[in-house]
Nanobody, 124 residues
Framework: QLVLVESGGGLVQAGGSLRLSCVAS????????MGWFRQAPGKEREFVAA????????TYGDSVKGRFTIARDTAKNTVYLQMNSLIPGDTAVYYC?????????????????WGQGTQVTVSS
């Protein structure tokens, strides 16, 4: 059983930066994948980025490539999402998710564990 807790959300002006953190309490394994998703009001949940706990392989959604960076600290069981050059379109609740042996990293339904979400608001 994993419990995921996100932090770091807030209000920022366009062009600014935020760093989100997700701490995983419980056992994780090298074959697990940690992902970040976001959901804006009235929209479906969108894949943002993911990283494998073992090798640290990363995947990004097209809308955030070149602006967001995902990283992990295995000693702290923590995954970070560094968000730069934020735009109003990035406004959403951001969720971290985790799960084993995920084949389709962008598919939310493949992740077993979810955090409670943290709000990110980007003003123009």
């Amino acid at each position: 059983q994993l419990v995921l807790v996100e932090s770091g959300g807030g209000l920022v002006q366009a062009g600014g930066s935020l760093r989100l953190s997700c701490v995983a309490s419980g056992r994780t394994f090298s074959w697990y994948v940690m992902g970040w998703f976001r959901q804006a009001p009235g929209k479906e949940r969108e894949f943002v980025a993911a990283i494998t706990w073992g090798r640290g392989d990363t995947t990004y959604g097209d809308s955030v490539k070149g602006r967001f960076t995902i990283a992990r600290d295995t000693a702290k069981n923590t995954v970070y999402l560094q968000m730069n050059s934020l735009i109003p379109g990035d406004t959403a609740v951001y969720y971290c998710a985790d799960g084993p042996m995920i084949q389709h990293i962008v598919a939310a339904n493949e992740y077993d564990y979810w955090g409670q979400g943290t709000q990110v608001t980007v003003s123009s």
